[in-house]
């Protein structure tokens, strides 16, 4: 969520933010509601120091044995019509935040302005496609071949794009659950496995809700429509929402900060607009599996936790054995949260082109203002917004995916990656 005062005070920034980032919204409507609320407050605040100096005048009046009931009447009305003003206010603060988290993040002033995916820039590149003596097959025939996926058994007990693992395909993908779990927590990173449902509350934290609520799976406790709204409970789209809000309303001491969790979570997104190639095989998925790196950090620490981040994500890669690149989103392509984006991709051989494997953000103090996520410096030390960062380290049902696609072999076989051995107990999957 954006602040308020930094709005008012350079509302063009916003606009411009806006336009950078193609979204359609006019913040017209908001300025003109926060000025009415000031406007309201200052009915109040005078209202209030009336009421104040008439109380003194009908103490007076008590003291000397006069008759005060015209004043204290006076007086009752005007408690009314404070009472109306403070009903006003309050919608208009509900109006306000309403706009306030709908409106996307301010993107980092190095972050390359462009309409969609095609204008990100590209980093770096590592590694080098694989050249094969035959035509490369797709994962998905890889892995109905070998019997280790089994998309039909999963359309038939679920829908659309769900998946069985099988055999030797569902040993794969806990093996790199736990390579990529076991290789961050060697970096630092504290384990967490968080829950996999949570309160309306914590999705609304990190900016999944109310923008996103679409796309998001709510779990019914009880009969349909009758819990509240506030205690609705979602599937995570993320294991960064409930890591990230397990510090939501708290004030943290500064020197713990940078907080670094690594956290395994299953994943459920409905991508209800999501169509073509990818709804094959395991790249878009309702349910996947993730690892997830999220930060907490001072404002002056994030941007070099953000490269640390990538980079780590980057070092599974590096350690499978599977070219990728790096490319920073543009304005038309990044997150709703997110200030700065690095995306990891993938080379898959079936495509001849890079996808997405991973993504990591720095989303500056826009998710911690939602959360109250603040801390200070010192025992006397003003409370302060964190910084907040996450990043897939790094999609495991992809992973699965290059690896099938990278490592096959022209016998229909696939090379386990030597990373994954340890893990796998074989060096083939046949």
């Not at 009415?36 to 009046?61: P, T, Y």
Request: charged fraction near 30%; aromatic fraction near 6%.
């Amino acid at each position: 969520m954006l602040d308020i005062k930094r709005i008012r005070q350079n509302p063009d920034e916003l606009r411009d933010a806006l336009k950078k980032r193609n979204s359609p919204l006019d913040i017209t409507e908001l300025l003109n509601l926060d000025a009415a609320r000031r406007d309201v407050l200052g009915q109040v605040e005078a209202l209030k120091n009336r009421r104040n100096e008439e109380s003194k005048k009908v103490a007076q009046l008590k003291r000397a044995g006069e008759d005060a009931s015209a004043i204290m009447e006076e007086m009752r009305k005007v408690g009314d019509e404070i009472a109306e003003m403070d009903r006003k206010t309050a919608e208009i603060d509900a109006q306000i935040a309403d706009i306030l988290m709908r409106l996307p993040n301010l993107p980092h002033e190095s972050v390359p302005v462009g309409k969609d995916d095609t204008e990100n820039v590209e980093q770096r590149r590592w590694g080098e496609p694989r050249q094969f003596g035959w035509e490369p097959k797709a994962h998905w025939d890889i892995g109905d071949k070998l019997g280790i996926l089994d998309f039909e058994a999963a359309a038939k007990i679920s829908g659309a794009r769900f998946t069985v693992y099988r055999g030797l395909g569902a040993r794969l993908e806990r093996a790199v659950i736990n390579f990529f779990m076991d290789t961050h927590a060697a970096d630092g990173y504290v384990e967490v496995l968080p829950p996999y449902m949570v309160s309306r509350a914590t999705m609304t934290g990190t900016g999944q809700l109310p923008k996103f609520e679409e796309d998001a799976y709510k779990v019914f406790t009880g009969k349909q429509g009758e819990a509240p709204a506030d205690q609705d409970t979602f599937l995570i789209p993320t294991a960064e929402v409930p890591v990230t809000n397990l510090y939501r309303d708290m004030i943290l001491d500064g020197d713990q900060l940078p907080i670094r969790h690594c956290a395994y979570s299953a994943c459920f997104r409905a991508e209800a607009g999501s169509a073509g190639r990818d709804t094959r095989g395991l790249i878009r998925q309702h349910q996947f599996n993730k690892v997830e790196m999220v930060k907490i950090t001072k404002p002056e620490q994030s941007y070099d936790e953000l490269e640390s981040m990538t980079r780590q994500a980057e070092k599974v890669l590096q350690l499978l054995g599977l070219p990728y690149r790096v490319v920073c989103l543009s304005t038309g392509d990044m997150g709703f949260s997110a200030a700065k984006t690095y995306d990891i991709e993938v080379w898959m051989p079936s495509y001849g082109r890079y996808v997405e494997i991973s993504s990591c953000s720095n989303c500056e103090d826009f998710q911690a203002r939602r959360a109250q996520i603040r801390y200070r410096d010192g025992a006397k030390g003003k409370p302060q917004l964190c910084h907040t960062l996450n990043g897939s380290g790094v999609a495991v049902g992809r992973t699965v995916a290059a690896i099938l696609e990278n490592y096959q072999n022209e016998d229909g076989s696939v090379t386990v990656p030597e990373a994954l051995r340890k893990y796998m107990g074989v060096d083939v999957i046949r």
